[in-house]
């Protein structure tokens, strides 16, 4: 757990292994007009919680719950560019 919180109310929307994981989550928060806050769990754990205001916890953890990119739009996106012309030359 976080060594403290960054406003004695919020909730934490998401626990995550690295700093960089937090700092993903917390990019598409902020990007949907949800305030929020990194909280790190200590200098010898690397994890990383990320923190929302109580009014903004349900949108938050929905959010944080769906892929990024849905896995039918990568899929459209893969399919629609051809393989480079070189492609069956590796070996």
Not at 51 to 63: F, R, S, T, Y
Request: hydrophobic fraction near 35%; proline fraction near 13%.
């Amino acid at each position: 757990m976080p060594h403290d919180t960054p406003h004695e109310d919020w909730l934490s929307a998401g626990e995550y292994d690295s700093g960089t994981a937090a700092a993903v989550a917390s990019a598409r928060l902020t990007a949907e007009g949800i305030p929020n806050r990194m909280v790190p769990y200590g200098p010898r754990n690397p994890g990383c919680s990320v923190w929302v205001p109580p009014e903004w916890i349900e949108k938050a953890k929905a959010l944080l719950s769906q892929d990024a990119v849905p896995e039918d739009e990568l899929t459209k996106l893969a399919l629609s560019y051809p393989p480079p012309d070189d492609a069956g030359d590796l070996k």
